[in-house]
């Protein structure tokens, strides 16, 4: 099912190999600003909840929240009660640092060794407190190796420009709802295309791999 080109010739030999084989990171960076209060917050963790049950061994997810400040909830774990439990227990309140959160997240990701990494960040406003500039997380990402995943749920305050710019340029994709309901969907569909990835190799006419 695969096709690969080079100098507008097939290439036969390919070596393909399902990336969910392979152990993965994925940080789930979560808004908890004081927007998100009440069905927002709630919906969004039953979304969460859902991402981490449908995200099998040899997997590891970590859980990071974001409102005036970034806070690791849960570390780098496959237990999916360390994580169903981090994310009952996060609350609204405060303003939106959106960049900070990524900024976190990508420091999470620095250690966790070997394997894809990927952020998925649900936010429903523009970033307003951020210390750290979305230039200089969007570096850090494409120069690690970080995909970028952005959930937005859209409210007057939501500005899609930065968190669609960080997910194209990552090799990610932002997807949007307006109802905090699809939020599980969403997520579900996540996971899906997460697990269903595939790493191609083959030797090129140059020698390398």
Known sequence: NFLVTEDGKKVEGLNVEPAGSKPMTVVLAIDTSGSMQGQPLADAKTAAKGFVERMKA??????????????????????????????????????????????????????????????????????????VGFDQVLSRAKSEGVTVFGVGLQSSEFNAATLERIASESGGKLVLTSDSTALYSLYASLAKELSQQYTISYISSAGQT
């Open 58 to 131: 040899p997997h590891r997810l970590a859980v990071v929240s974001f409102s005036t400040t970034p806070a690791l909830v849960a570390a780098s774990t496959s237990s999916k009660d360390i994580l169903s439990a981090a994310i009952d227990r996060l609350g609204a309140s405060g303003d939106t640092a959106v960049y900070d959160g990524l900024s976190l997240s990508l420091d999470v990701l620095a250690q966790a060794g070997e394997g894809q990494k990927n952020i998925i960040v649900l936010s429903d406003g523009a970033d307003n407190r951020s210390t």
